[in-house]
């Protein structure tokens, strides 16, 4: 049995580093052109063994969702102490006092806050 001839792939004259050395080329352009293929592929491998270091990605994410979360928190405190500081404002008058409004309803609350107390209280003592 015979092996079909394959047709003859020419080597690249250029990558991505340069022209290649032709047949003609001296013995310096022959090293040079060894050491950079030798670089090329210590760069190759080096980017194959970061995409394969699963606990270095592991690491990386981890890093990102504890930033993305600090940030989150950050925006939520001061999202918080702005609303509050409009609470404040619509429930005081401009001597720091509780208008009667806001009045009103810290009884309502805390009436509120005292049935619930009292009726848990009860409840405990009814189931056991």
């Given at each position: ?96 006092a509780l208008t009667p409004q806001a009045k009103s309803i810290a009884v309502k609350v805390a009436a509120g806050l005292a049935a619930f107390v009292v ?10």
């Amino acid at each position: 049995m015979t092996t079909p001839d394959r047709p003859e792939i020419p080597a690249p004259t250029r990558g991505p580093r340069g022209p290649r050395p032709g047949p003609d080329a001296s013995a310096e352009e022959l090293v040079a052109d060894i050491e950079a293929t030798r670089a090329e592929l210590g760069d190759t491998v080096d980017a194959l063994s970061q995409k394969l270091d699963v606990k270095a990605q592991a690491r990386d994410s981890l890093d990102d969702a504890k930033q993305r979360a600090a940030t989150q928190a950050r925006v939520a405190h001061e999202r918080g102490a702005e609303l509050f500081a409009q609470a404040k404002d619509a429930a005081t008058d401009e001597h720091g006092a509780l208008t009667p409004q806001a009045k009103s309803i810290a009884v309502k609350v805390a009436a509120g806050l005292a049935a619930f107390v009292v009726v848990r209280t009860a409840w405990k003592k009814v189931r056991g």
